[in-house]
């Protein structure tokens, strides 16, 4: 699409808009740029004559019921999200893999990234982490591999990806959405118009149903991922043999033998979970549909390393091991570092931006596991009321807000947790009421633990 003459008003001046408006402006666009931050043009659309645009680039910090939409709406304006804005100003003939979950999609992404960095091609690993979408899609590269946010889905519309993977769909950004079904809907508009493949969790109806809806292109194809042995147009585990039949001409009697979960072991201590091998198989599933070969695969996972902040062992002192978990910001997420661990064993520090989360469920889940929970966030009533409920012998401390937060519940954690003890830093919640993100959590808590005196 041409940019040339056209009036772009960007809203956001993040990451997202920041790359928005160097795009349109290469491409021969206006823009005016909205943002409180002073950073923009403006701070407020209403000292705009919203008559006057052509188009609107939302950032994922303005949601669809924030004023500045509802009034670019209100005025008959195209609203594109971040993701959207990236295809309409994309290289054409570049194919793309879309990633989106709950949890678990930045390990997949980058899982993609490390198989078709091996099988020799030149891949932009991109979305919520790294080089932003809107820069990569104007770059010259074999694949383009994008974690996509519910945020980020939900302003998109013409997004053509050669494969898409939807991992799981729990309760997460309610508030944003104004209700679960509003996240799923958006969710689900991942499978639009892919061409190749629709890869799910075999066991989950709800996106399999997703799938089943999706508007594709013609000869697209569904491909479930198990954890046990696939059947026909799946990838699944045979033996500790990661196998794909989908994308294999014998696929009607046997599978394609594509790695083994052993390949994964570097990545853990112990077994390695479940939902690291389902992530593997998904990833597989992508890069299959992108044309990699069965080595690649293999190769990929053997050489990838997980991003920080993702179940990190930070240090092991006196028996007892510091876990960094800092980007489980939902219970999902937490439920996966959880998995494993032995009954009383886990002091839990968790706590944050609870974006409306349900914790009834998690929590009934970890009862067993925790010994103690150190609670961090500014306000800790959604987690500490439902501790309350459905685990009422575990001790809670709370740890007060202030520029030492961090170090003072690391401090408390050391002062219960016992030899074989794990202290799991994995908040089930955002980190903007006290961190800049979920990496400046991280390295508080890194940092925290590593100034502990043996």
């Known amino acids: 699409m041409t940019l040339i003459g056209k009036r772009v008003l960007v809203l956001g001046m993040g990451v997202a808009g920041t790359s928005a408006r160097a795009a349109a402006l290469e491409l021969g666009a206006a823009v005016t740029t909205v943002d409180v931050s002073g950073n923009a043009d403006v701070t407020d659309v209403s ?47 570049i194919p793309w893999v879309l990633i ?52 980020q889905l939900h302003f998109s519309s013409t997004i053509a990806p050669l494969a898409a993977v939807a991992l799981n769909v729990e309760d997460d950004h309610t508030d944003w959405h104004g209700g679960i079904e509003n996240y799923r809907a958006a969710k689900a508009r991942v499978y639009r118009n892919v061409e190749i493949a629709c890869v799910y969790p075999a066991h989950d109806e709800r996106i399999e149903a997703m799938v089943a809806d999706a508007e594709v292109q013609e000869g697209c194809r569904a491909i479930g991922v198990t954890l046990g042995a696939p059947t026909i147009s799946q990838f699944g585990v045979v033996d500790g043999v990661l196998c794909d039949r989908a994308f294999t001409d014998k696929r009607r009697t046997e599978a394609l033998e594509l790695g ?51 179940t990190a062992t930070v240090r092991e002192l006196g028996g007892v091991t510091y876990v960094d978990d800092s980007k489980a910001t939902n219970a999902h997420a937490v439920l996966a570092a959880f998995g494993g661990r032995k009954d009383r064993s886990v002091v839990w520090i968790a706590g944050g931006l609870a974006k409306n989360q349900d914790f009834n469920d998690l929590v009934r889940s970890l009862a067993s596991r925790l010994r103690e929970v150190v609670l961090i966030g500014i306000d800790p009533e959604p ?29 408390a954690a050391r002062d219960v947790a016992q030899s074989g003890d794990t202290v799991l830093l994995s908040p089930a919640c955002a980190s903007m009421d006290q961190f800049r993100s979920y990496a400046d959590r991280g390295e508080a808590f890194a940092d925290a633990v590593g100034a502990l005196e043996s």
């Open 47 to 93: 000292d705009l004559d919203l008559a006057q645009f052509d188009v609107v680039m939302a950032s994922p910090g303005f949601s669809p019921h924030s004023a500045a939409v509802v009034a670019c709406q209100d005025a008959g304006l195209e609203i594109w999200s971040e993701m959207e804005f990236a295809w309409r100003v994309r290289r054409e003939g």
């Open 100 to 151: 989106t979950g709950t949890n678990g999609k930045t390990t997949t992404t980058q899982m993609v990234g490390a198989i078709a960095s091996a099988g020799g091609m030149d891949v932009a690993v991109c979305g919520n982490m790294g080089v932003p979408v809107i820069t990569a899609a104007r770059e010259s590269h074999d694949l383009i591999a994008v974690e996509i946010a519910s945020l």
């Open 260 to 310: 083994h979960v052993a390949d994964l072991q570097h990545l853990v201590t112990g077994h390695v979970p479940p939902y690291l091998i389902f992530n593997a198989l998904c990833a597989a599933a992508l890069a299959r549909a992108a044309g990699l070969p069965a080595s690649a695969v293999r190769d990929g996972l053997r050489g990838f390393t997980l991003d920080a902040h993702r």
């Open 383 to 411: 987690l500490r009321a439902v501790l309350a409920k459905h685990a009422a012998d575990i001790p809670v401390t709370r740890v007060e807000p202030g520029d030492t937060v961090m170090a003072r519940a690391v401090a």
